[in-house]
């Protein structure tokens, strides 16, 4: 077992990547709280478990005081954390201009299929509300800040050398998806950088993993095409499964990573080289 007893926390892991993590962090001997904006969700995810064992909350991790009221909960139940992983996000705000980027990235690829001059394009900034901007980047980002501090503000108040791993995303490199969405994941890049500088002094470690396309719920917002033409770029030819993701999470939080901070593992099928 490569985390015997360490305390966890996974954001976003009543579904998707986020429960893959959660699951497969608890086989490797941890005890894990799982926090997700649906509570019963949440809490199902240990339906099989030992009873008291694992945790589930509610929390929208946008939201800091909520934020810093469940990780107190935590650390009352699980007297610490170890391990933080920033899972939770978000591909869609309000008003974001998505349905019009996907109504356009429809319509254009069927003008090129039938081989007319494309006149659609992917609008997306044009039609995005302030609202739908400051949604994604707010999970997505501040979020991920908001149970980072929570969770070294315990590590530190208790001497604890644990170490965090943001979900980041292949989009990050490649521009691909909504620009929000994009511009969230690009800058978890710079954030899990410079929390690694900041926190190696204390042997805290920051890593962060680029899932490619993986067959998640969050894929069933995509059109059915969009889908196809996404398994059929990528070089090993389909899409990512979350235990795939979940195993490249277990490394990095473990001390088979002691050596790795400020690290970015890619796991999505070769589709770009990041
Ligand atoms: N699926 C992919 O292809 C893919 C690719 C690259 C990166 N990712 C990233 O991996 C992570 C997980 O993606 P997924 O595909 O499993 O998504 P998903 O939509 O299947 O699951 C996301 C989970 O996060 C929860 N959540 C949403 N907003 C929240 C909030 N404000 N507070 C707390 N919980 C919240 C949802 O309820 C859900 O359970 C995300 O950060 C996503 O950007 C996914």
Known sequence: MLLKDKRAVVTGAAQGIGRAIALRLAAEGARVA????????????????????HLGFACDIADSKAVDAVFAKIS?????VDILVNNAGIGRGPNDGSDQMYAGIAER?????????PTAHPDQMIHMSDEGWARVLGVNLTGQFYCARAAVRLMVAENVVGNIVNIASTSAASGEGPLH????????????????RELSTRGIRVNAVHPGATNTPIMGNLPDEMVKA??????????????????????LASDQASYATGSVLTVNGGQYFA
């Open 109 to 117: 690829s069927g003008q090129l299929a039938r081989g007319e001059k």
């Open 34 to 53: 799982v926090l997700d904006i649906h509570e019963a969700a949440a809490k199902a995810v240990w339906a099989d478990s030992e009873p008291g064992r």
């Open 230 to 251: 996404m398994e059929a770029a990528i070089p090993l030819g389909r899409m990512a499964r979350p235990d795939e993701v979940a195993a490249a999470v277990a490394f």
């Open 181 to 196: 969405y994009v511009t969230s994941k690009a800058a978890v890049v710079g954030f899990t950088r410079g929390l690694a």
């Open 76 to 80: 009352e139940a699980f007297g610490g």
